[in-house]
């Protein structure tokens, strides 16, 4: 079972919030759940995040910034609802898209949309519904490739990392992000503190 902390960085380089985080797969998905904290330690949050087989973001839990986000894959469209952390009606109303899944926020986000990525190295389209700090959401569409595989030494033994591209089609902005298994190495504002355990096995390696 992978664990460690995650890093988030904001525009000028300093870490602004830390996410210990655990995961696992198993034979019909991968579970993913973190604590979020301020750099001076304050907590800030949480995230849970439940995949299929296929990255399908089927339940997803985040709390942030005195708000809570619950939704999920279902009926092929991804809902969600917003509500203020304390409860009561404000923002409350259902949302859909018609979105492969959330990104933002956290890692796990990345994890799954890598499941769906091709490992042929073509480019796929991919919707999504981004998060915010205040998790509110905007639209997006975005363009991953498979651009490499490498092996680092390790102790112990290897771990096997992936790299893909990733293209804002809005902006055409692009990144890269590189993923051992189920584990995000590094990523725009995104960076591996900590890894108490090795990776786990990547979700197309179940399938």
């Known amino acids: 079972m ?7 960085f904001d525009a000028d380089g ?30 800030a949050g949480s995230v849970d995040v439940t ?10 839990t985040v709390a ?5 986000l619950r939704g999920g894959h279902s009926g092929g469209e ?13 923002e ?3 949302e859909r898209d018609q979105a492969q899944g959330f990104t933002g926020v956290s890692p796990s986000f990345l994890v799954a949309i890598a499941a769906a990525a091709p490992r ?21 569409d975005q363009q991953w490739r498979l651009t490499g595989i490498d092996t680092h030494s390790a102790d112990p033994g290897t771990i096997t990392a992936s790299a893909y591209e990733r293209i804002d089609l809005d902006t055409g902005e692009r990144d890269t ?22 990776p786990g096995r990547a979700l197309h390696e179940l399938r």
């Not at 992978?2 to 988030?8: L, N, S, V």
């Not at 981004?130 to 905007?138: K, R």
């Not at 992000?177 to 090795?198: M, N």
């Open 78 to 90: 991804l809902l969600w609802v917003r509500r203020p952390a304390e409860g009561g009606p404000a």
């Open 92 to 94: 409350s109303r259902e």
């Open 177 to 198: 992000v590189h993923i051992a298994g189920d584990v995000v190495l590094a990523a725009t504002s995104i960076g591996l503190a900590a890894l108490d355990s090795p």
């Open 51 to 60: 995949l299929d087989l296929r990255g399908r973001q089927l339940r997803v």
């Open 120 to 140: 042929t190295g073509d480019p796929v389209r991919i919707r999504l519904v981004a998060l915010s700090d205040v998790l509110g959401t905007v639209r997006m």
């Open 14 to 43: 300093a870490v602004r919030l830390l996410e210990r985080f655990r995961c696992a797969a198993g034979g019909s998905g991968w579970r993913y759940v973190s604590q979020l904290s301020t750099s001076d330690g304050h907590d």
């Open 64 to 68: 942030l910034a005195g708000w809570s």
């Open 2 to 8: 992978p664990a460690g902390t995650y890093e988030h």
